[in-house]
């Protein structure tokens, strides 16, 4: 089967640095996008690994090795307005399809 | 410019209704998807549309979804004989060709099968 694990909630305080880990198992990768989410809203892309390494983008970094199926997302300097859920997605295919993981619930305490 | 939108933000219908949801992806995105999410849950593939073709329907879970994209630009998600477990936000997404991976997600409907 396909699956993808990540932690179901973090919490962490203002200003601090939070990690999400996610491990796949999929029968095919093509790259591993992290979302958020906000309650009531819609998953906005946050960040993309193919290969592996680190991706930054401003307070948002992701990481990927491909040969431990592994994954995290490092937020920065945390913000009240950066709790929300995030999840990793892996594309298995060519195609566009994307497998989500269950999603972790940050929450950013003052 | 716009981004994608969904109609209706909302649909409350009777078990065993037929439902339409419709998608207006970001202009001049190629790839259309339809996920559908749960509480609690991540979003789940149901189809992926290149240009008027659906290149991905594995997700479907039976054969009572269907969805077109006749002119590769709006699409319908079709529901026939709903039931209690259809029950769920069926999300839109679109992206360019070639950046599968930055999807970009609509508002969402929310569907209640009573």
């Known amino acids: 089967g396909q699956s993808l694990e990540q932690p179901s909630e973090v919490t962490a305080v203002e200003g601090a640095i939070v990690q999400i880990n996610c491990t796949y198992q999929t029968s095919g990768f093509y790259g591993l996008s992290w979302y958020q989410q906000h309650d009531g809203g819609a998953p906005t892309f946050l960040s993309y690994?193919?290969?592996?390494g680190l991706e930054e983008t401003g307070r948002f970094s992701s990481f990927l090795s491909r040969s431990d199926s592994y994954g995290y997302l490092l937020l920065q300097e945390l913000q009240m307005k950066d709790s929300a859920s995030y999840f990793c997605a892996v594309r298995d295919n060519q195609g566009g399809k994307l497998i989500f993981g269950q999603g972790t619930e940050l929450s950013v305490k003052p | 410019g716009a981004g994608v939108s969904q109609t209706p933000s909302n649909k409350v219908t009777e078990k065993g209704k037929y439902v339409e949801l419709r998608c207006d992806p970001i202009?001049?995105?190629?790839?259309l998807y339809w996920y559908r999410q749960s509480l609690g849950q991540g979003p789940e593939f149901l189809i992926y549309f290149q240009g008027t073709g659906a290149a991905d329907d594995s997700g479907l879970p039976n054969d009572r979804f269907f969805a077109v994209r006749p002119e590769g630009s709006v699409s319908t998600l079709k529901i026939q004989r709903t039931e209690r477990g259809d029950s769920a936000v069926y999300l839109c997404?679109?992206?360019?060709?070639?950046?599968?991976?930055?999807?970009?997600f609509g508002p969402g409907t929310r569907l209640t099968v009573l």
């Open positions: 997404a679109s992206s360019v060709i070639g950046r599968e991976m930055e999807q970009f």
């Open positions: 202009s001049g995105h190629t790839a």
């Open positions: 690994n193919a290969l592996d």
